[in-house]
């Protein structure tokens, strides 16, 4: 592995290093049910997902939600989500990963729009806060997608230059937010996308969390 090339992971939460998709399907149906929507298979949400959330729900509607639907939906959504949440376990693999890139002497920090006061004491129930140099989560509002917060995070990480990470998630967006800090991204297929959406966004696509890390060390022997 070329150590000295790329010596930072940024991980991805949900859906990447938290398998929550079963927990975001029941969530998002449950908010469904309260604006009258029929509910959504897990298939049918990964052809569609995508982020800003608002499109999503416009790719499903056939229009944008109003402002008083989407309040509706969005606190729906995250009330339901969090009760759930907290069952889902860590992805086939992550711990193990998370440890041996760590005792490689490799650096790596965990980006998420998920609001950071949710995020931390999460990460922190699954015991692996100790493997990341940075932990950040949203802090405000979020309608759009994860470029900005993408540059604050790797601002906060001083040292270590954008061209010497790999963004690993689970969405296009976390592709595009790689794009725009000048990182380069792996896309992992058990989250939130099909394998034929991600694959639109241009760079390596796998189906494992194992193959994520391995993707990011022969990208750091180029």
Known sequence: MGKNHVTHLVWDWNGTLLHDI????????????EIGLP??????????????????????????????????MDEAFHRHYWALAETAGLAIGARQLLVEWQEAGLTQSLCSLAPHEY?????RTHGIER???????????????????????IAA???????RMVVIGDAVDDAVAARHVGARAVLYTGGSHSRASLEAA???VVDTL?????????????
């Open 131 to 153: 493997h990341f140099i940075r932990v950040d989560g949203r802090v405000g509002q979020s309608t759009t997608g994860k470029a900005e917060q993408m540059m604050r995070h």
């Open 39 to 72: 509910p959504i298979t897990l298939e049918r949400y990964r052809d569609l997902y995508c982020v800003p959330v608002p499109r999503f729900y416009e790719r499903l509607m056939g229009r944008l939600p109003t402002d008083e639907e989407w309040a509706v």
């Open 202 to 204: 241009g760079v390596p």
């Open 157 to 163: 990480l001083e040292g270590v230059p954008p061209q």
């Open 22 to 33: 079963d927990a975001v399907i029941s969530a998002t149906n449950a908010s469904f049910r």
């Open 119 to 123: 995020l931390i004491p999460l990460v």
């Open 210 to 222: 194992e193959e994520a890390v391995r993707e990011a060390e022969r990208m750091a022997d180029e």
